[in-house]
C-alpha cells in the first residue's frame, strides 16, 4: 500500500472528527464549562484556606486560580480522551468502525489514526480555555504558549490511549457512563490538579503516595512547567511510558485474534 493510502486515511479520520466536533457544539461547550466552574467559583473559595507557597515553577506567591489552571487544562484533555473512547464504542456498536478495522489498513495504525484525531480536538479546546484564563490574571510567559504544544501533544496522546484501551472492554454504550466515572473522578482528584503534593502530604500521607504514582498527575505537572518554559524530566517519563503502556495494551486489545473481537466473533472471523 502506498503512503499516499496511508495519508488517505489519516485525512478520512481527522475530518471525521471534526465535522463531528463541529456539529456538536453542545461538546465543546461542555468542555469549557467543567473547568469554568472551577475556575470561577471553586477557586474562590479555594484562596482563601488554600495558601500557596514558592513552588517550582513558580519563583514567586501565586494566587489558588493560576497554579490550578494547568490542572483543569489536563481535565479537558481527560474529558476528552474518554470522550473519543465513547466515540469509540458508538461507532463499533453502529456498525462504522466495524468496518474501518476490517480494512487492509493496519489495525495499529487505524487506532493511532483515530487517537491523533481526538488528540487535535484536545488541543483546540484546552488553547480556548488557557485563552479564557486570562480573564483570571493567568498569563504565563509568552513563549509559554508555545512550549506547551509539545506537552499537550504527549498527555493528549497518554490520555487517549487509556481511552482506547477502556474502550476495547466496553461491550455495551450503557456501560460507559459508570466506567468512565470509576475512571475520571479518581484520576482528577487524586492528583495533583486542585492542590500541590506537598498539601496533600500534610493531610493523608497514604493519598500522596496514590497521587504521586498517577499519571494525571504527571500531565498536569508537564503541562504546568512547559507553560513556564520549564521541563519536568520524571513527568515526562511517566506521561510517555504510559503512554506506550496504554497505546500498545489498547492495540492488542482490538487484534483480530484477541481482546474484544475475539469474544465477539466479530472482524476478527473475517480478517
Not at 33 to 53: E, H, Q, Y
Not at 181 to 206: K, Q, T
Request: charged letters at 10%; a positive charge; hydrophobic letters at 55%.
Amino acid at each position: 500500500m502506498s503512503p499516499a493510502l496511508y495519508a488517505r486515511c489519516l485525512r478520512a479520520v481527522i475530518v471525521r472528527e471534526g465535522l463531528r466536533f463541529v456539529h456538536q457544539r453542545e461538546r465543546f461547550f461542555a468542555a469549557l464549562v467543567r473547568p469554568l466552574v472551577w475556575l470561577a467559583i471553586f477557586a474562590v473559595g479555594f484562596r482563601a484556606v488554600l495558601g500557596l507557597s514558592i513552588i517550582p515553577p513558580y519563583e514567586t506567591y501565586i494566587l489558588y486560580e493560576e497554579y490550578v489552571v494547568p490542572g483543569l487544562v489536563g481535565m479537558i484533555q481527560l474529558f476528552n480522551g474518554m470522550q473519543s473512547s465513547l466515540s469509540m464504542v458508538y461507532d463499533r456498536e453502529m456498525g462504522s468502525m466495524k468496518t474501518l478495522l476490517v480494512s487492509p489498513l493496519p489495525r495499529w495504525y487505524l487506532l493511532l489514526c483515530k487517537l491523533l484525531a481526538g488528540v487535535l480536538v484536545s488541543i483546540a479546546q484546552a488553547y480556548v480555555f488557557i485563552a479564557v484564563a486570562a480573564f483570571w490574571d493567568f498569563r504565563p510567559p509568552p513563549m509559554g504558549y508555545l512550549a506547551v504544544l509539545p506537552a499537550l501533544v504527549l498527555s493528549g496522546l497518554m490520555l487517549g490511549a487509556l481511552g482506547l484501551l477502556l474502550s476495547s472492554f466496553i461491550k455495551q454504550l450503557e456501560n460507559f457512563a459508570g466506567v468512565m466515572n470509576f475512571v475520571i473522578f479518581p484520576m482528577f482528584f487524586a492528583s495533583s490538579a486542585l492542590y500541590p503534593l506537598w498539601r496533600i502530604r500534610e493531610g493523608s500521607p497514604w493519598l500522596a503516595v496514590v497521587a504521586g504514582v498517577n499519571p494525571f498527575t504527571h500531565v498536569v505537572e508537564l503541562i504546568r512547567f512547559a507553560l513556564y518554559l520549564q521541563i519536568q524530566p520524571v513527568s515526562l517519563l511517566v506521561v510517555a511510558g504510559a503512554l506506550a503502556v496504554f497505546l500498545g495494551a489498547a492495540i492488542l486489545a482490538y487484534d483480530p485474534g484477541r481482546g474484544f473481537w475475539a469474544r465477539r466473533g466479530g472482524p476478527a472471523e473475517q480478517g
